[in-house]
């Protein structure tokens, strides 16, 4: 029953995940003629390079672990940015960022768990709007 599940599971993601990239590509596709999109290149060029230079994307992930360690050598082949995979169970991963807050560091830039650690990670404060940071007119 558990693999059953697991498959539906994958299923739905990967459902929805086409759905989201084909209503964001349309989307974006008519966002693209008007002269307000304009200019997203340069934003992007100047994101791009302050990501080489800084050199590395931390990512804190529990269940999708395997998932972002394979995309990882693609991230960096497309974009030359390393990404460092940090993975642990939900509750574990909270701890590791209490810890780290506690100690003044900010050492994740993606957090990737269960909803009830997402509610937890911002009541920690240490999520952030990301309006101005969905720079691609496909996002």
Known sequence: MNKLWGKYFIAIILTVSVIA?????ITAQAQMQTPASQGWE?????????????GTVSVYVSLLA???RKQAPVFKNQFGINVEVTTGRGTNLLQKL??????GMHLADVVISGTNALFVVKQLGLTGPME????????
């Open 42 to 54: 340069a934003e992007w060029q100047k994101t791009l390079e302050a990501g080489r230079k800084e």
């Open 98 to 103: 209490r810890t780290e807050k506690a100690a």
């Open 21 to 25: 990239t084909l209503t964001g590509f």
């Open 66 to 68: 395997p998932a972002v």
């Open 132 to 139: 101005n940071k969905l720079i691609l007119p496909e996002v």
